[in-house]
C-alpha cells in the first residue's frame, strides 16, 4: 500500500511541477492581441499623418488660388486641385476625392444658410404648425428665401468658384480612408471607411488677373 501511494504521490508531483509547453501556448493566446495592437496603432498614426497632409495640400493650394492666377492649359480650380494632389503624396486615392471650393462676400457669411421667410408659429390654443421649425420649407405656403447665389435652391450661401480679387473662398476637401487592420476597423467605422476632411478660408488678394 505505501508502495502504491509514493508511486502516485511522484506521478501527481512531476504533472505539477512539468510546466514545458505553458510559454507557447500563452503566447499563442498574447500574440494575436498584440500584434491587433501594434497594427492598429500603426494604422492611427498613419491616419493622423493623412490628416496632417491634407491639411498642408490644402493650404499650399489655396496660396496658389488667391492669387488669382488662371493657368492657360486648364481651369483655375483644376489647377488648385493639381497642386492639392501633388501634396497628398499617394497616402490616399485622391480620385475618391471630394474638393469643395465655395465664395464668399465675407467670412462671416462661410457656412451659412440663404436667409429665408419662416412660417409664423401658431397662436395660444392652437395645434403646432409643422412649418414652424425654423428651416426653409418649399411645400409651405408664405415661406420665401433670398437666393444670395443665383442658384434657384435654398442652400448653403457660397458660390461654387474660387473667386475674384477680395473675395472670400473657402476650401474643403474630404477623402475616404479604407482602414486595412482586420477587427480594429470595426471599432473605428462600422463601413470600415473614415472620412478624412481639411478645410482653410482665406481672402483672394487684390489682383488684377
Known sequence: ???????????????????????????????????????????????????????????????????????????????????????ALGLVDMSEATFIVKTYASFSQVGEMEPFNDTPGPTAGEDPDPCHDGHFDAGCIGETFTDVNGNGFWDAIGEDSAGVGGEVVAYTVTVPWHIMTPFAGTLMSKTGTINLTATIVVRNEPNLY
Open 1 to 87: 500500500m505505501r508502495l502504491i501511494e509514493s508511486i502516485c504521490q511522484r506521478v501527481s508531483g512531476r504533472r505539477r511541477l512539468d510546466d514545458r509547453g505553458v510559454a507557447i501556448v500563452e503566447f499563442a493566446i498574447v500574440f494575436p492581441v498584440l500584434l491587433l495592437m501594434t497594427f492598429g496603432a500603426i494604422e492611427i498614426g498613419m491616419i493622423m499623418a493623412t490628416q496632417s497632409t491634407l491639411e498642408g495640400g490644402l493650404k499650399e493650394a489655396s496660396r496658389y488660388g488667391i492669387t488669382g492666377q488662371a493657368p492657360s492649359d486648364t481651369t483655375r480650380i483644376e489647377k488648385i486641385r493639381t497642386i492639392l494632389d501633388k501634396h
